[in-house]
């Protein structure tokens, strides 16, 4: 299941889209050591299996939250969330 | 000192019940039930044997667990059917933690999904769910199964609590606001802000200017709808679609919403805000089943 976590304001859309296809198999679930600001959870989802899910208190503010890894421009982009997961399964919209 | 004037509750929208006629007797059928506390709505509903038997409409009070219990009490009402014959409940929605009698609890994206499934048919594969205090898209698949969703609530324009302070500010019953919105000469554009807060001061100016209640209400179903159009986009619009929650009621953000996605809405013939409910109580069936099967060893 693709879980799109985020909002749109005046200034842009800031989402972080995490599919859970693999999550319940993912070994170490890497990705929620690898952000800096713990922005990701384990949780059971609705049929017991273990997902990563974008925590609630971040869901409104990853524009501030995410706004140290983000490179400026013109600078590579290699967000320690997305190259944590090795199946390829974290996106950012911004 | 009393004023004389009388309060009027502008945003008060009508509760309701129902008992499916075509089930006269559900003594011995496998009874479910789903509890789907909203922020502002709470909905019970009873299926027998996968069925839908009785529903519940009301608004959610101060204290959840006693809407809940309110509910499924109301659902119940002249069916001689009490709590106790309930196999199994599921409890959904903001609030389904507080459903105290709930066998297990599952988020309103799941169930939404599932009674979008079997309220408008297989075939609905994008829902956008309007609720009280939050905006959700979701993609599923023919058995009802979420494929992907998304979800707005960082603030309350294009939800039901957005409708309410408009309807209050205007004046207007937030049951009117629909017709009252088509009875313009020509569409206005949407109020530029899509923050519910601004949107009511832009509302105030414009009411100043001398735009028409009609007008001005024209202008917000329009900025509503082109918030959660832009919600759709992220992940597009796989027809057929269908629009649940209370706004889904409310013919002037719905007929606009499919103006600008180019789609018409499958039509509803029962009420919209149940479908989290329905989910829920088609869950329950599942999961009494389920365990049924474990405890016989299948
Ligand atoms: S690393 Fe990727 S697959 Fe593993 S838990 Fe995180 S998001 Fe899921
Ligand atoms: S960009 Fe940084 S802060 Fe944002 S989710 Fe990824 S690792 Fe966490």
């Not at chain 1, 299996?49 to 995410?66: G, H, M, Q, Y």
């Not at chain 2, 959610?60 to 499924?72: E, F, M, W």
Request: glycine residues 10%; contains cysteine; proline residues 3%.
């Amino acid at each position: 299941m693709k879980a799109h976590y985020g909002y749109e304001d005046g200034s842009g859309s800031y989402y972080i889209t995490v599919n859970t296809e693999y999550c319940a198999t993912c070994d170490g679930k890497p990705c929620t050591d690898a952000c800096v600001q713990g922005i990701f959870a384990r949780e059971e989802d609705d049929f017991d299996d273990e997902i990563v899910v974008v925590r609630e208190d971040a869901r409104n503010s990853l524009k501030s939250i995410c706004a140290a890894c983000k490179p400026q421009i013109g600078g590579s982009r290699s967000l320690p969330c997305e190259v944590s997961c090795k199946q390829g399964m974290i996106a950012h919209s911004w | 000192m009393e004023s004389g004037i009388k309060q009027v509750d502008y945003w008060r929208w009508s509760e309701s019940r129902w008992t499916n006629p075509e089930i006269s007797d559900w003594k011995g059928g496998l009874v479910t039930a789903g509890i789907d506390i909203g922020s502002t709505s709470t909905q019970a509903v009873i299926f027998v044997d996968g069925k839908m038997y009785a529903y519940s409409s009301i608004r959610t009070g101060s204290n959840s667990p006693d809407s809940a219990l309110n509910a499924v009490k109301w659902a119940m009402d002249g069916t001689g059917m009490t709590q106790d014959d309930l196999n199994f409940t599921v409890g959904t929605g903001y609030g389904r933690v507080n459903v105290p009698f709930a066998d297990k609890t599952i988020t309103e994206i799941s169930c939404h999904a599932r009674g979008a499934n079997y309220l408008y048919g297989p075939t609905v594969r994008t829902i956008l769910d309007m609720g009280g205090q939050d905006c959700k898209a979701i993609h599923c698949d023919e058995k009802g199964s979420v494929t992907a969703f998304m979800m707005n609530d960082k603030c309350a324009a294009g939800t039901g609590r957005g409708m309410e302070v408009i309807a209050n500010l205007l004046s207007v019953h937030v049951e009117d606001i629909g017709d009252m919105s088509f009875q313009i000469d020509e569409e206005p554009p949407p109020v530029s802000s899509i923050c519910v807060i601004f949107a009511k001061s832009e509302a105030t100016n414009l009411m100043r200017r001398g735009w028409s209640k009609e007008k001005v209400l024209a202008a917000y179903c329009h900025a509503m709808a082109f918030r959660v159009v832009k919600l759709l986009e992220r992940e597009g619009v796989e027809e057929d679609f269908a629009i649940t929650g209370g706004i889904a009621k409310n013919k002037g953000v719905v007929k606009r919403i499919e103006s600008l996605l180019g789609i018409k809405a499958l039509e509803a013939n029962f009420d919209t805000q149940l479908a989290g409910a329905v989910g829920g109580a088609i869950f329950a069936k599942e999961f009494f089943e389920k365990a049924a099967r474990k405890r016989e060893g299948k």
